[in-house]
């Protein structure tokens, strides 16, 4: 089993920033593909950014785009989320997740197998 747990999150004014990082145990990232969803009020899961185990490879939605980085340390085992240039539209419970043994990268939520509890992050001034 692997278990993920997320920091960083809080309330930040538009505009603002926050760092969210993503800690594993129990199992090493290295093979697998990482990505971080996020959930709002009403809205259904989705993904935000993600990251292949190869080429370390990325992948973004329009809506964050040129925003959002994603990064990983393999060595600590973590995975980070920058977050520049917030919206109040980014409101949500972040999460982070590891992506299925061996998959390329992934984008969907079915194609992730563990889930950290997730982090608030609120925008609003």
């Known amino acids: 089993q692997m278990q993920l747990v997320e920091s960083g999150g809080g309330l930040v004014q538009p505009g603002g920033s926050l760092r969210l990082s993503c800690k594993a145990s129990?199992?090493?990232?290295?093979?697998?593909?990482m990505g971080w969803f996020r959930q709002a009020p009403g809205k259904e899961r989705e993904i935000v950014a993600a990251v292949s185990w190869s080429d370390y490879s990325t992948y973004y939605p329009d809506s964050v785009k040129g925003r959002f980085t994603i990064s990983r340390d393999n060595a600590k085992n973590t995975v980070y989320l920058q977050m520049n240039s917030l919206e109040p539209e980014d409101t949500a419970v972040y999460y982070c997740?590891?992506?299925?043994?061996?998959?390329?990268?992934?984008?969907?939520?079915?194609?992730?197998?563990?889930w950290g509890q997730g982090t608030q992050v609120t925008v609003s001034s």
């Open positions: 129990g199992r090493i990232i290295n093979n697998r593909a």
């Open positions: 997740a590891a992506g299925k043994l061996l998959l390329a990268l992934s984008t969907t939520v079915r194609e992730y197998e563990y």
